[in-house]
């Protein structure tokens, strides 16, 4: 579903490659975990895959075809396939769970109409829905100022989910949360893959938790892939590649 080939950024013209030479293959409903120390290339890799960030050069495909911004609608497009989920939430603090999740369905726009209370129900039905799957509906009502790290991290998967993303794009989705809140986020996820079919690919610190909740692991160290298996061929040599200083 998605292919980088000779993937190659750097943010400035005289500045270090902070990527290089990327070449990866994800598929339909895999669950992969990127590994990586502080500055490896970790963010700049998920910001390349929905183009937030442009890569200096290599290609990026999706489903078989070049998402180089050809235009904002294809660009539209591009993201409206892929969900994203942040170490610190990105949501409206100040806004309701229900208008975060409505928010994420109907793009920038849904703000004013969210303000202005002109939601279909059908689309209410909709972000009701996916609440519910993330165990958060009876929250609907409250203020996201006021809910753990758990819980907005829940409503942040819901704002995902309403848009029927076919992949999920987390960068360090679980580093904020206390181990047990941050296992029960990977559970969900992992849920969602298998239920789903959305692939998942994830920005981790946690070794642990890439190994018991990735089927595949990406290894990144100084801006290239030095590991790519399966969680159990993730060794103590492996584990001194990803992690050892250059
Ligand atoms: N917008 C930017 N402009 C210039 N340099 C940047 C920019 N964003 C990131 N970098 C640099 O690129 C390198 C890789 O950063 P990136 O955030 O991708 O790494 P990371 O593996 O996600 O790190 P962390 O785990 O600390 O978030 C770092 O040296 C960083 O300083």
């Not at 235009?71 to 591009?78: G, L």
């Not at 726009?109 to 972000?127: D, K, P, T, W, Y």
């Not at 181990?179 to 994830?202: F, H, N």
Request: overall charge positive; some cysteine.
């Amino acid at each position: 579903m998605l292919e980088l080939r000779h993937m190659h950024k750097q943010y400035t013209k005289t500045g270090q490659a902070v990527l290089r030479d990327i070449d990866l293959t994800i598929r339909q409903g895999e669950f992969v975990a990127v590994l990586g120390s502080s500055g490896a290339g970790k963010s700049t890799l998920i910001r390349c895959i929905n183009q937030l960030v442009l890569p200096s050069s290599g290609e990026v495909l999706w489903e078989g075809k070049h998402v180089q911004a050809k235009s904002r609608a294809d660009m539209r497009r591009h993201r409206q396939q892929i969900g994203m989920i942040f170490q610190g939430f990105h949501l409206l603090e100040r806004a309701d769970v229900l208008t975060n999740v409505l928010v994420g369905r109907f793009g920038d726009m849904s703000v004013l109409r969210a303000i202005a209370g002109r939601f279909q129900r059908e689309e209410i039905n909709a972000a009701e829905q996916v609440l519910q799957r993330v165990g958060m509906l009876e929250f609907r009502h409250a203020r996201v100022r006021d809910l753990s790290g758990g819980q907005k991290q829940r409503v942040a998967i819901a704002r995902a989910l309403v848009q029927r993303p076919k992949l999920i794009l987390g960068d360090e989705p679980v580093s904020n949360l206390d181990p047990v809140t941050a296992e029960g986020i990977m559970k969900l996820l992992q849920e969602l893959c298998r239920e789903q079919g959305i692939t998942m690919l994830l920005n981790l610190h946690s070794v642990e938790l890439a190994k018991a909740f990735a089927s595949r692991i990406i290894g990144l160290a100084h801006g290239r892939i030095v590991f790519d298996g399966g969680p159990a061929e993730l060794d103590a040599a492996v584990l001194q590649s990803i992690y050892s200083a250059r």
